[in-house]
């Protein structure tokens, strides 16, 4: 009897670890429809949270972070923002871009959690993502943990100009890795979904369109425009969100915050909150004082980061 509670025990141990390795369960992501799916066709949404700009909060990319946000907060997820704006940023400091990305990337790898590799800018820049990205696909295709995001927050550019830079980036991704998912942005700080639905891309597998919201500013018009892109067949993905103001900072709205969480869960739409820094904002999830590996205590964790906290152990059972 002892023996058999013992191995009882064990196998139920098994269960909860296998449930916390995301790429075990799901394998290589594939995109069916409006849907991300894992490797047999069935329904998948990741859930996690996405580090701050590289260049602004570079303490925070390193392996154990990544090692934090899975066991301590469920993430299935993890998005590694590499800036490419603003000071020291990947265009001006290369070398130190890749110092902070690799660890996350190879973290990711290591404990079976997926990671967004973010192209973070609000600028068209082709000849330089062309060339990123095809590094990143050289070196981290194989593995069916890497998701790229090519265009974090495109601002000025018209959907037109974006389906443009989108085939090019995309074409050379798919030269070296020709199935990991791709997410692609759409105009106007990825608002405009509509747009996106009246002309998606033809000619590629394996991509989703990004939308952003922030719970405090974007209500029940943009969540309709998602819903209606789902609808016509658009996957979409939330690569970004927050329960504040869209500047990152103000209130948090815990009502509207629900009702975009339940969308993405009754439509399928897998969703990430913005972000693992301590900037004195709204939408920073933790205080200064908070190390730079984690796991983090309740007392160093800001109000927003313990809500996203709370939806991530909630729905990443």
Request: with cysteine; glycine share 6%.
């Amino acid at each position: 009897m002892k023996a058999l509670l013992t191995l009882m025990i064990t196998w139920f141990f098994a269960i909860g670890v296998q449930a916390f390795d995301p790429v075990k369960q799901y394998g290589q992501l594939q995109v069916k429809g409006s849907q991300l799916c894992d490797r047999q066709g069935k329904p998948v949404i990741l859930r996690g949270v996405s580090l701050g700009w590289h260049n602004l909060w570079p303490r925070f990319y390193n392996k154990k972070v990544v090692q934090t946000l899975k066991k301590d907060w469920n993430c299935s997820v993890v998005r590694a923002a590499m800036g490419i704006l603003i000071e020291d940023n990947y265009l001006e400091n290369p070398t130190f871009a890749m110092q902070c990305m690799i660890p996350v990337i190879e973290s990711a790898i290591k404990n079976n959690v997926y990671v967004i590799i973010d192209w973070h800018s609000h600028l068209l820049q082709t000849e330089e993502a062309k060339a990123f990205f095809s590094q990143m696909a050289k070196k981290y295709g194989k593995f069916p943990h890497v998701i790229y995001e090519i265009y974090n927050e495109p601002v000025e550019d018209t959907w037109t100009d974006l389906k443009k830079y989108a085939t090019e980036v995309i074409g050379e991704i798919r030269k070296y890795d020709p199935d990991n998912i791709v997410l692609v942005g759409c105009p106007h700080w990825d608002q405009d979904i509509h747009l996106v639905a009246e002309s998606p891309l033809q000619g590629f597998s394996n991509i989703m369109y990004t939308v952003h919201f922030y719970a405090a500013t974007h209500g029940e018009n943009l969540r309709k425009r998602t819903e209606d892109a789902v609808k016509k067949g658009i996957p979409v993905f939330i690569s970004e969100s927050g329960a504040t103001e869209a500047s990152g900072d103000g209130k948090l709205d815990l009502v509207n915050e629900e009702q975009w969480i339940e969308m993405c869960e009754r439509l399928g739409i897998s969703w990430v909150c913005w972000s693992i820094s301590d900037k004195n904002e709204s939408c920073s999830m933790l205080l200064p004082r908070a190390t730079a590996t984690g796991p983090w205590p309740d007392d160093v964790i800001k109000e927003h980061g313990k809500l996203v906290k709370g939806l991530l152990r909630k729905y990443n059972n």
